[in-house]
């Protein structure tokens, strides 16, 4: 690919162009683009025609863009993440009909640190909840996050443990030894409990999704204010949401701790 005069590609600056649009920013003026990306308004122009000429934007009758339906079906049609978001979904519907709580799926991106969440289900009036569709936050701040992690192959772990590790909040932990104390006690438990990590007043549960051959692909997550909190209740739907997804994406039977997962709090 031809680069520019700043030495980026051509792909490297049509992800700039799709990387602009957001939720709170669906439509973009062509001068908005220019300033989102940094590009001369010739080269964002010409860009962004042909990403309206080939479906991945659309152009609408002030002359703003958006993104285009194309990119929906692509991701759709072929994208993993579509496939445990489709096949999840029923699951997380089961846990939300009897939690009453915010429900999410997230599946890892360890070479950012991140979390994707590929699905939630609202609770209106509860929690605070940072987590959004197609939004990351880190693995090491997040319940998802770090059952998945926990799950890793060891030096997948030590890899992400040498950091840096972001401090989120006040409350997130970024000590190396105490984290590998707590991914230990995860995978002992079989879930994660976190308690005024991300906002003060929720606390989160989540348990690992695993897929073929037994490799971690997601997690499970439930998401509620502390006073409201009740392991007796959510634990066990939470399991099994987690046993039942795991199966479906081709995961063999497997305990999910070493010990009762409601011993410990």
């Known amino acids: 690919m031809a680069n520019s005069a700043s030495g980026e590609s051509v792909i490297q600056r049509v992800v700039k162009i799709l990387n602009a649009f957001s939720k709170d920013q669906p439509r973009l003026s062509l001068g908005e683009l220019v300033r989102a990306t940094g590009m001369s308004s010739s080269t964002a122009h010409r860009l962004a025609n042909d990403l309206v000429a ?14 285009g339906m ?24 089961g846990v939300h009909a009897a939690v009453r709580q915010q ?24 929690a605070t909840n940072l987590a959004a569709v197609a939004g990351r936050l880190g693995i090491h701040s997040t319940s998802p996050g770090l059952a998945m992690m926990a ?10 443990l040498a950091g840096p590790l972001e401090k989120t909040t006040p409350a997130t932990e970024t000590d190396p030894a105490r984290l590998r104390a707590h ?31 037994n490799s971690v ?12 909190d009740d392991p007796q209740l959510i634990l066990p739907v939470l399991v099994a949401a987690g046993r039942g ?13 070493t010990r009762p997962w409601l011993a410990a709090s």
């Open 103 to 126: 429900v999410a799926l997230a599946i890892p991106d360890v070479e950012s640190g991140t979390v994707l969440y590929v699905e939630q289900l609202d609770q209106h009036g509860t």
């Open 183 to 213: 991914l230990a006690l995860i995978r002992e438990r079989g879930y994660v409990r976190m308690t005024g990590v991300l906002v003060p007043e929720n606390t989160a549960y989540a348990v690992p999704v695993f897929g073929e051959g």
């Open 151 to 160: 799950h890793m192959p060891h030096a997948v772990q030590e890899r992400f």
């Open 54 to 67: 080939s479906g991945l934007l659309n152009r609408g009758a002030t002359g703003d863009y958006g993104v």
């Open 70 to 93: 194309k990119m929906w079906e692509l991701a759709a049609r072929s994208n993993p993440a579509e496939e445990i978001r489709r096949r999840g979904l029923p699951f997380l519907e």
């Open 217 to 228: 692909i997601g997690a499970i997550s439930v998401v509620l204010p502390t006073v409201h």
């Open 245 to 257: 997804l795991s199966r479906t994406m081709g995961a063999e039977r497997r305990p999910y701790g």
